[in-house]
Nanobody, 127 residues
Framework: QVQLVESGGGLVQPGGSLRLSCAAS????????MGWFRQAPGKEREFVAQ???????????YYTDSVKGRFTISRDYAKRTVYLQMNSLKPEDTAVYYC?????????????????WGQGTQVTVSS
């Protein structure tokens, strides 16, 4: 059974940084994509960043345009943890952030393609 547990959210001032963690357990070797999504109040859940495994230790990363250059997705293979480093945070980044895993070789950019989800962690950017 796969479990994803996020941590690292909190309150930060505009321009600040946070690092979110997503610790995975279970059959993590079946993951094709791991992604970060976010959902602001009254809005739909949206794609933020994605890590797609290629072969061996090679993987690719993708970001939504609004976070390019500010957010970085990475992983620690030994800890089975994926991170989202968020820099230069803006008030519009405020949302609940979710990590997710896809085992069915989807594009990795849409909510419906992901099979497993964490419980979410709140990020609030405010002065």
């Amino acid at each position: 059974q796969v479990q994803l547990v996020e941590s690292g959210g909190g309150l930060v001032q505009p321009g600040g940084s946070l690092r979110l963690s997503c610790a995975a357990s279970g059959r993590t070797d079946s993951f094709y994509n791991m992604g970060w999504f976010r959902q602001a109040p009254g809005k739909e859940r949206e794609f933020v960043a994605q890590m797609r495994w290629s072969s061996g230790s090679t993987y690719y990363t993708y970001y939504t345009d609004s976070v390019k250059g500010r957010f970085t997705i990475s992983r620690d293979y030994a800890k089975r943890t994926v991170y989202l480093q968020m820099n230069s945070l803006k008030p519009e980044d405020t949302a609940v952030y979710y990590c997710a895993a896809d085992v069915n070789y989807g594009s990795g950019r849409t909510v419906s393609e992901y099979d497993y989800w964490g419980q979410g962690t709140q990020v609030t950017v405010s002065s």
